[in-house]
């Protein structure tokens, strides 16, 4: 499969992140995008390297399976309505992600890229892919979706890792591996709390703290 | 040596993990902070040059960063012990690991000299402080807690993009691994430039946002206000000199690069936002920790601003790193006491504190009027050479701007403090059993005296180091040169020799 074709599949996946209202379908997304993350590398012809390849399993894993794993279980329990209810409304956020992926393209354009990249489409993905992120934690009012958005904000990062991977693999490969670990892991705990503490993970009951 | 100080406090972070004892837990803290400020004045004693290739070392602006945040540390230890018998209900593990894992944490960003190292320290920082916000358990620190992290992890997300970024940078103009500070300044001319002011960018809003720089600074009311005084006195002199030293890094590259007018543009807008900013907020402001939290604010504002201004401004925003850190350090522990001595932190409860607790009442006064710019405390030296540098660097619209800012932040706060201290104790004020002790006031004390010391004497070697420092910031001894195009790049002065 050609590398393009998967990046352009997770800036699809990106549009209808934002379009959906169950947190439910959201986690299901951010799985999918997580997988198509990991098998971009594979279809680049990276899949020589070892190191790559342990990336890649490792990517799979946690963003395919073990993040979903502990959102999943936290939404179980605590029962909260699947319906995620936004600051910002679906047919906007919809707008907004098609108006970030166009000043992606643009901003991308300025960047020069250096000569004999093939994967020219990787900045504006990862651009794109950040801004959704970032309209995720901006517009929902769950923390388990502000989590989600949390998770593709670091989709992106990834994609422009993807771009240095095989010149700088210990900076990349570290960098993103322990940035998305830890910073979900911890959140996992943060969301638990919340749930023992309010019984819901509406972020609007932490909203006492204002001037 | 590099490696002692930063395993030796995780190793005795560990330690206060294993022990049982919660009375030798809360010593330990002292015993750590004292050790590692040995440590570290040896190992600047014994100061060699830095290997080129060296994944860790101590340059001048490490050591610089590294002696404020020991020193601040050691004061918050002594302080420690105390605190934590009036909080003998909690359980005192976590908090002490906490503090001592982010002791060597700090040590390892202070000595990372790579972009990479510098980060993952820095999201490591984050994530060991936050238990120290949720210390409370309550409903409002829950909040400030899921605040500071999910605010913390986006900012530190977008630094690791800035640092990508660079890696990106560099890879375009033919570095390779491994991307050291010092290779990185001395191959500027390299870089590619539109790159490298994304990468500038990025870095600025990523750890702009751990400094708390307006408008990425949400975070910081709830954090310090939710949190123990002795907490926000770490995070507000702590993590926040961390994130300033990782973004010095990067501006510093900037500078070696030549693209120093872009930089310090970006770093003075920012800064004059962030006091506007911050006395908006301080205007009525009736929560006295939600108000040294915009004080710190607007103290973010002033070293960013003053290391965009450059030359002279530059070495006196890092004087001020150290003249914040240990006024700041007083204010958040007199108001810890104070909330502890009223059970309350907002205003019609907490009035005429100079009655119930003198000392701790006399030390937020004073507190306050050194870092609004009192002389003879440090503040005051490091503001007023700022807005000198201004002025007389060309750049006097923005130098007027700063003094107008600081005057106004002066009159806003000064409302709230005087009510604090001297206001009509309130009727309806709650008896708590807390008054003053020698072990809850005498840090404090020491903090406001090497504070007002500062201000009138800085020692020889200091100085030295002080000065050396800026030059790593600005790129050379000359001041306020504005550089169009590359140049050769400078490399890190680190002398071996100290008299």
């Given at each position: 499969?050609s ?11 990106n ?10 379908k ?9 997988i ?17 390849l ?19 279980r ?8 699947r319906?995620v209810?936004p ?17 992606s ?28 992120g970032?309209l995720?934690?901006?517009s929902?009012?769950?923390a ?13 990062i ?17 960098g993103?591996l ?6 979900v ?19 609007r ?7 | 040596?590099?490696?002692?100080l930063i395993?030796?406090?995780?190793l005795?972070?560990l ?10 837990r ?9 050790l ?5 004045l040896?190992?600047?004693?014994h ?6 290739g ?11 960063v ?9 004061i918050c230890?002594?302080?420690?012990p105390s605190?934590?018998v009036?909080?003998?209900d909690r ?7 906490s ?20 980060w993952?320290?820095?999201e490591?920082?984050?994530?060991v402080?936050?238990p120290?916000?949720y ?6 620190s829950l ?5 500071y ?12 993009l ?5 890696a990106?940078a560099a ?43 307006a408008?990425?600074?949400?975070w ?13 006195a770490?995070?507000?002199?702590g993590?926040?000199?961390?994130a300033?030293?990782a ?22 807008g ?44 530059a070495?006196f ?44 009442g006399w ?7 050194a870092i609004?710019g009192?002389?003879?405390f ?6 007023f ?8 660097g ?6 007027v ?14 409302e ?26 005498a840090?404090?004390?020491?903090a ?8 009138v004497?800085?020692?020889?070697p200091?100085?030295k180091?002080l000065?050396?420092?800026?030059v ?6 000359a ?5 169009v ?10 002398e071996?020799?100290h008299?």
């Amino acid at each position: 499969m050609s590398p393009d074709l998967l990046i352009a599949l997770t800036i699809l996946s990106n549009f209808v992140l934002v379009a959906t209202s169950r947190v439910n379908k959201a986690i299901q997304i951010a799985v999918v995008q997580g997988i198509l993350l990991g098998l971009i590398p594979l279809a680049m012809g990276l899949g020589r390297h070892p190191h790559i390849l342990l990336m890649v399993a490792a990517t799979i894993a946690v963003k395919g399976w073990l993040i979903p794993f502990l959102l999943r279980r936290a939404l179980r329990e605590v029962h909260i309505p699947r319906e995620v209810d936004p600051y910002v409304g679906y047919t906007v956020s919809l707008m907004l992600c098609a108006l970030g992926t166009g000043l992606s393209l643009i901003l991308a354009h300025m960047l020069p890229l250096k000569g004999g990249t093939k994967e020219i489409l990787l900045v504006p993905a990862a651009l794109s892919t950040l801004f959704t992120g970032f309209l995720m934690l901006v517009s929902r009012r769950k923390a388990l979706t502000q989590v989600v958005g949390y998770l593709i904000l670091e989709n992106g990062i990834y994609l422009f890792g993807l771009l240095l991977v095989e010149d700088m693999p210990l900076l990349v490969e570290t960098g993103i591996l322990l940035d998305l670990f830890v910073g979900v892991f911890v959140m996992g705990i943060v969301i638990n709390h919340i749930r023992t503490a309010f019984d819901s993970t509406d972020t609007r009951h932490l909203a006492e703290l204002r001037d | 040596m590099a490696l002692l100080l930063i395993a030796f406090p995780l190793l005795m972070a560990l330690a206060a993990f294993l022990v049982d004892s919660s009375r030798l837990r809360a010593r330990m803290l002292p015993v750590a902070g004292t050790l590692h400020l040995v440590l570290l004045l040896v190992a600047l004693r014994h100061w060699d040059a830095l290997p080129a290739g060296a994944w860790l070392g101590l340059d001048a602006l490490g050591a610089w960063v590294l002696l404020v945040i020991s020193v601040l540390f050691c004061i918050c230890a002594f302080y420690a012990p105390s605190y934590l018998v009036l909080r003998a209900d909690r359980d005192s593990r976590i908090f002490c690991v906490s503090l001592l894992a982010f002791l060597g944490l700090a040590s390892l960003l202070a000595q990372a000299r790579h972009p990479g190292v510098a980060w993952v320290a820095m999201e490591a920082t984050t994530l060991v402080t936050a238990p120290l916000v949720y210390f409370n358990r309550n409903r409002h620190s829950l909040e400030a807690t899921w605040k500071y992290l999910l605010i913390g992890s986006v900012g530190i997300a977008l630094a690791l993009l800035g640092t990508l970024f660079l890696a990106y940078a560099a890879h375009f103009g033919g570095l390779e691994e491994p991307l050291h500070y010092t290779r990185l300044m001395e191959h500027a001319d390299l870089l590619s430039r539109p790159w490298l002011r994304a990468a500038f960018v990025l870095c600025l809003v990523g750890y702009g946002t751990k400094m708390g720089l307006a408008p990425l600074h949400t975070w910081k009311p709830d954090a310090y206000g939710e949190s123990p005084g002795i907490v926000g006195a770490l995070l507000a002199s702590g993590v926040t000199s961390c994130a300033f030293l990782a973004l010095l890094r990067i501006y510093g590259v900037m500078v070696a690069a030549g693209e120093v007018r872009f930089a310090q543009e970006l770093l003075v807008g920012f800064g004059m936002l962030s006091m506007a900013w911050a006395m908006v907020f301080l205007v009525r402001q009736m929560d006295f920790k939600r108000m040294l939290a915009y004080s710190s604010v607007e103290h973010m504002g002033i070293l960013v601003f003053g290391v965009g201004i450059g030359g002279v401004a530059a070495r006196f925003a890092l004087f001020h790193l150290a003249a914040n850190a240990l006024v700041k350090t007083v204010l958040f522990l007199a108001a810890g006491n104070i909330h502890r001595s009223y059970s309350s932190k907002t205003l019609p409860q907490v009035t005429g504190a100079i009655r119930r607790t003198p000392v701790s009442g006399w030390l937020f006064l004073l507190g306050f009027l050194a870092i609004t710019g009192l002389p003879p405390f440090a503040p005051f030296i490091s503001e007023f050479n700022i807005a000198a540098g201004a002025i007389t660097g060309g750049h006097l619209l923005a130098g007027v701007a700063f003094l107008v800012l600081l005057a106004g932040i002066f009159i806003a706060m000064s409302e709230t403090v005087l009510q604090v201290v001297f206001g009509t104790p309130s009727p309806q004020r709650v008896r708590t059993p807390y008054s003053d002790t020698v072990a809850t006031t005498a840090p404090l004390v020491a903090a406001l005296g090497l504070a007002a010391l500062l201000g009138v004497w800085l020692p020889r070697p200091m100085f030295k180091l002080l000065e050396q420092a800026a030059v790593s910031v600005n790129g050379s001894m000359a001041p306020m040169e504005v550089r169009v195009g590359p140049r050769p790049a400078p490399v890190l002065t680190v002398e071996v020799s100290h008299d």
